[in-house]
């Protein structure tokens, strides 16, 4: 039997609450809801996604994959480069900060060029 793996996360309360937290989203679950929000102290956003089984692929593909999740948009926010770190982990763990590119217009340039190489030397090794 396959299992299916489920992440649920909140942002906005304490352990006091938790109980009363979890039965709210229990609550909504059972009514078909994948998010919602919770009217409990200044409200609490909650969500829940299908973690699917990671996808076998080297680690120069998962490489390039982080290397581009890190390389896009503007000038982050802090927030923002957090939850790209945490993705860039997920396709690819055992990133080191040094691994990723600074936070800068050069830095998100410099991962586009070594997604680029990694992607450039993959495609010469083809038939």
Do not use: N
Request: proline share 7%; charged share 30%.
């Amino acid at each position: 039997m396959s299992r299916r793996k489920i992440e649920i996360t909140f942002d906005g309360a304490d352990k006091d609450v938790m109980p009363v937290v979890l039965e709210e989203m229990a609550d909504q679950m059972l009514r078909g809801m994948r998010s919602g929000r919770l009217d409990l102290m200044d409200g609490i956003d909650w969500s829940m996604r299908d973690v699917p089984q990671p996808v076998d692929i080297d680690m120069r593909q998962r490489r390039a994959a982080a290397l581009l999740l890190m390389a896009v948009g503007d000038v982050p926010m802090l927030t923002a480069m957090a939850g790209s770190v945490h993705q860039a982990t997920s396709v690819c763990p055992g990133l080191t900060a040094a691994d990723l590119p600074p936070p800068t217009a050069e830095g998100r340039l410099q991962a586009l060029r070594e997604a680029r190489d990694l992607i450039d030397a993959m495609l010469g090794e083809r038939p």
